[in-house]
């Protein structure tokens, strides 16, 4: 247990610049390209906050520490890849999410990250999460179906898309304001959204 407390103070120590300051190999990577830094340093502060959570159970504060080096070195082997940026982008942003869809962190703060937010498709039984990176260009992550989805600018109508783990994802707003979700089903679902400005 003492091993774990160790690790979460070295995954939530606050640095002024982990582009520069951290000692763990995949920061000066994900720091190369402007859309993989802003989402890999909003990861780190969300991780900051959840080990300054008042309160929190040693137990739970250590299985946190633990899941958050088990990312880190998941960030480390996108090293081993042709693109390592691309690769950091989705496990710092679903790692993200994760944090956010937590319990341990306050209601009100302020980011780049927005959510999350419940999308409900009669299809399926429980609703897809969504949590809104206001990047640019802007991004969704959703769960379950576990992807990233980046806002189609050249859209006429407001669409993400992203690969998933068995294909394409589209999200989307049709002209009649309908939400609509492809490649989770055989078709196209007509969609719920509790907020749709995290769509626009």
Do not use: K
């Not at 962190?105 to 927005?114: I, P, Q, T, V």
């Not at 509790?194 to 626009?200: K, P, Q, S």
Request: with cysteine; hydrophobic share 40%; glycine share 10%.
């Amino acid at each position: 247990m003492r091993i774990l407390f160790c690790l979460f103070l070295m995954t939530g120590t606050a640095l002024a610049d982990p582009c520069t300051q951290s000692p763990r190999a995949f920061w000066s990577e994900a720091c190369s390209d402007p859309l993989s830094r802003a989402v890999t340093l909003e990861m780190e502060a969300l991780i900051t906050e959840v080990r300054e959570t008042p309160g929190l159970h040693p137990g739970t504060w250590a299985a946190l520490g633990l899941r958050a080096e088990m990312v880190y070195g998941q960030l480390d082997d996108c090293l081993g890849t042709g693109a390592p940026p691309a690769c950091m982008l989705p496990l710092a942003a679903g790692y993200a999410a994760e944090l956010l869809e937590g319990p341990y962190l306050n209601d009100e703060r302020e980011g780049l990250a927005r959510g999350p937010v419940d999308l409900l498709c009669p299809q399926f039984a429980r609703p897809f999460r969504l949590t809104r990176f206001d990047t640019d260009p802007a991004l969704i992550w959703i769960s379950p179906g576990y992807a990233l989805l980046t806002r189609d600018v050249d859209a006429r109508n407001v669409v993400f898309g992203g690969d998933g783990p068995n294909g394409t994802i589209d999200l989307g707003i049709t002209p009649a304001g309908q939400v609509v979700l492809t490649g989770l089903s055989n078709r196209p679902m007509p969609c719920m959204i509790a907020d749709e400005t995290v769509l626009r």
